[in-house]
């Protein structure tokens, strides 16, 4: 079975390793040389200017747009050149105009996928309703989903529009969606869950679940021949809730050894031992149980 992957574009452009349109679309082709073909981007990714980087490569690349799984987000206003502040926008003349300038972009006349990047605090459910309605009958997005929704937002948004999935982070060093019912809901839901920094960015954080894990990591990565990498993403797909790991490495040699995580199977002592030494606590606390 093809493990489910989706592979992340945030660090593509300037937010990242600045590739080149020459690299974007060696690393593409590698992708798809490899059967992983569902690409995950955002309008704000590289200060707007990851998409169109994204649009050269397809193009250099010399794949067929309908060999390719795209989704990219929009809802988030990001402050600089085109905004003062973060702020978030969910209306129909924000939606319409994003999709359109995405479609520009990425060099292609239909999304795959369409993300509401943020829960919106102005958010009017009605007019959202209409607004996914209307993109979907132009043909302009296939599907449509949401990012970093409570369960209750998700829900109430989903009992009027069908959607793919909740994307939310998820990882051992923040396992929090284990904690506010948006797992379990995808679960209840039947839909894949697209999880966003599955490593949680284990080598680079500067936090207490990071110092506390190292010794055990090494140790169980050792006793399941595998790297720490491959125990991170492991630790993830335990949860039966069709995990969907967006792996953001740009070194697909790399990812080809993250895939390898789908092969293991972590005992369920082992995944709550990582849990608890992630969090500093007991599951459950540290009162007995009645």
């Known amino acids: 079975m093809k493990p489910h992957i989706v592979i992340g574009t945030m660090r593509w452009g300037s937010w990242g390793r600045n590739l080149s349109s ?27 200017t990851t998409e169109s980087l994204f649009g050269e490569a397809l193009k250099k690349s010399g794949i067929k747009r309908n060999q390719l799984k795209i989704s990219t987000k929009c809802g988030i206003l990001y402050p600089g050149a085109h905004h003062r502040v973060k702020a978030y926008d969910s209306s129909k003349t924000h939606l319409i105009n994003s999709v359109n300038n995405s479609l520009k972009n990425l060099n292609t006349d239909y ?6 990047h943020q829960q919106d605090h102005l958010m009017n459910f009605n007019e959202l309703e209409t607004v996914l309605t209307e993109l979907k009958l132009s043909g302009k997005v296939k599907h449509f989903g949401v990012c970093n929704f409570s369960a209750y937002a ?19 060093i923040k396992p929090g969606a284990l904690f506010n019912d948006t797992l379990f809901q995808s679960g209840h839901y039947h839909k894949k869950t697209q999880i966003y920094t599955p490593l949680g960015n284990y080598f680079t954080a500067k936090n207490e679940a990071a110092y506390r894990l190292q010794n055990e990591l090494t140790a169980t990565a050792k006793k399941y021949n595998a790297t720490i990498d491959q125990i991170l993403l492991a630790w993830t797909l335990k949860v039966p809730y069709k995990i969907t790991p967006i792996l953001g490495s740009v070194n697909i040699e790399r990812i080809k050894e993250q ?32």
């Not at 974007?24 to 992983?36: I, T």
């Not at 972590?266 to 599951?283: A, N, Q, T």
């Open 22 to 48: 020459d690299q974007a679309a060696k690393l593409l082709k590698s992708c798809y040389d490899e059967n992983l073909v569902k690409f995950d981007l955002a309008d704000i990714y590289g200060d707007y």
């Open 111 to 116: 999304l795959d996928v369409l993300f509401i």
């Open 154 to 172: 998700f829900k109430v948004l989903y009992d009027k529009f069908p959607l793919v999935t909740n994307q939310m982070e998820f990882s051992l």
């Open 259 to 290: 895939i390898k995580a789908f092969d293991i199977n972590l005992s369920v002592e082992d995944w709550y031992k990582l849990l608890e030494i992630s969090r500093g606590k007991p599951v459950g606390g540290t009162t007995q149980p009645r």
